[in-house]
């Protein structure tokens, strides 16, 4: 029988990928995140701009550094092929993203495998087929909620659809794209606990990544929880330029302020930084 358990001297000397990241902090070597947000905010182009920054077609990635490319397939079933290719595709070529080495799986291509649900055993060979062929690096499912069937308040069946997902695209990176829930206008956003369905989410994947009207929400095991200002124009999303010495500034003299915290927490609210970096950089200011 092959080990599986190694002490650490020897679990260390294992053979594994020398590059963890497609991209920096955000879309790790065969891991997977999860993007999501209200009806209409963009997360398709979003999606989109990330798949061209893993195809090679950019850099960075909203200031978010590209570390490895190769082919993505983006797998989408939430529109029509025509809104598709119209509203999205053609939008992002005139924008500068040709999307040559991106990948596209609709209702249509499916045929008689539309609808899809993963927990078939046809839908897994189909999606693992078109993996072997064309050995992407990363798969994105557009939206997840339309590849399987079940309920998406179910911990237990939304953990095997990410883990039957993950397993059949292997060893490519996964991206699920999903909706919010309802905001809580008590408790506000919270990128942690805002994706609609089940709990199961945030701990199914590596990062977290909360679209909103002018900013993104990002949370996950190698970067911490924080908001990016973002703008669109009109179409794709960037980070938005945030002059910090002139916001650490008037919070150092808003006299109403009266502790490193209270100033700590209206930075993060200027800059959309966390109340921990903010109250390092006020540290050093001071």
Known sequence: MTDISYPTPDYLSLPCQPEHWLIEGIVTI??????????????????????????????????????????????????????????????????????????????QTLGEAWPLNIFDDEAQDLLAGEVALYQPSLVIIDTLRRVFRGDENDSDTMQRALDTLQKTVAPAALGVVGHSKKPNMDTGSDVIHDQRGSTAVPGAVDTLIQCRKRSLGLAGRAIEEQIIKTERTPYLWQRREVDLDAHIKVVLEDHALTSLRERARALAERTGRTEEACRSLLRRKR
């Open 30 to 107: 065969g891991g997977a995140f999860s993007m999501f947000g209200a009806p209409k905010v963009g997360k398709s182009y979003l999606a989109l701009q990330l798949a061209g920054a893993v195809a090679g077609e950019a850099d960075q990635w909203m200031d978010f550094n590209v570390k490895s490319t190769g082919l993505v397939l983006y797998v989408q079933l939430d529109m029509p092929r025509s809104l598709w290719q119209r509203e999205h595709l053609t939008i992002m070529r005139h924008a500068g993203y040709t999307l040559e080495s991106v990948l596209h799986m609709d209702r």
